[in-house]
């Protein structure tokens, strides 16, 4: 079971809920796994405190061009829709910040002068935070394209009764990537104008991608009640409300879960956790977000 923890924009709590449900997950009896795909600021780390068994670099493929063979015939420069290699005069220039790694290039030349070789652009991560299985990714600073890191750090996970994705902020191609073959989506939102208009594009989104969703709404109690309105105008359940609470804030900067600091919260995410689990299990559960 996937479950991916997505949010139209940062600083809502998106972290907060996902660490805490794999923690409660996991004490539950649950073989649980937390994947970290916020690859540009990963910070799950900072709360499940895991210790760290395996690192491995990892990367992408771009084009290497060896200029004895090359006739520069520049059919390579035509096929490549992002400028990652292009042929000036006598010369063939290569981007490999550019490159998605299509292929394409080494696919035309005809007198095979174009090979692929690795372009390490970051890190994977994987280790065990008592009883939570951890993995995550870390794009290298100065890193354009994060896509094809979270698609790696996605397939590292191990087999495990729950996945909790913890996908970056935004409606971006990063995020899309984190999502796709979720069995669920819980977006976190506050109730703000600015937390309101980013929750309709992540709805968009998952509307596009036909993907069941539900809503949690931190901080609330300390904005307006529109989000709520929009929930239930578009017929997506709010499945948790986590209340304004100064403790919070303070286990937060503490790096302390707040499931572990205090009872009460660690109940209510046990029972986000129940009501996830049925909304992606039972099919009568599972509803596409609207447009």
């Not at 220039?93 to 007198?111: A, F, I, M, T």
């Not at 790696?152 to 409606?171: C, F, R, Y």
């Amino acid at each position: 079971m996937r479950i991916a923890i997505a949010s139209g924009k940062g600083g809502t709590g998106k972290t907060t809920v996902a660490t805490n449900l794999a923690w409660v997950a996991a004490r539950n009896g649950r073989s649980v796994a937390y994947v970290d795909c916020d690859v540009e600021e990963p910070n799950g780390h900072l709360f499940l405190k895991p210790q760290i068994t395996s690192s491995r670099p990892i990367g992408q493929l771009h084009p290497a061009v060896d200029e004895e063979k090359c006739t520069h015939c520049g059919l390579c420069g035509e096929i490549c829709q992002y400028s990652a290699i292009v042929c000036v005069g006598e010369k063939v220039l290569v981007y490999p910040e550019l490159c998605h790694s299509c292929g394409g290039c080494v696919l035309v030349c005809r007198p095979g002068a174009i090979r692929e070789v690795l372009r390490e652009s970051g890190k994977l991560e994987i280790g065990q935070a008592g009883p939570v299985q951890f993995v995550h990714g870390v794009l290298r600073i100065g890193e354009a394209m994060s896509t094809r890191l979270i698609h790696q750090v996605k397939q590292a996970a191990p087999e495990t009764d729950l996945i909790i994705i913890d996908s970056p902020p935004g409606t971006s191609c990063p995020v899309i990537e984190s999502v796709r073959g979720a069995d669920f989506v819980l977006l976190v939102t506050e109730p703000t104008p600015f937390g309101l208009n980013d929750l309709k594009l992540a709805v968009e989104m998952l509307h596009a991608m036909k993907l069941p969703a539900g809503v949690v709404i931190n901080r609330a109690g300390s904005g307006d009640h529109q989000t709520s309105a929009y929930c239930r105008t578009q017929g997506i359940d709010i499945l948790s409300e986590i209340p304004d609470d100064r403790r919070v804030a303070e286990a937060y900067s503490r790096g302390v879960l707040a499931s572990e600091a205090m009872p009460e919260f660690r109940a209510r995410f046990e029972s986000l956790l129940r009501r996830l689990m049925g909304e992606a299990l039972f099919p009568a559960g599972r509803r596409e977000v609207s447009a």
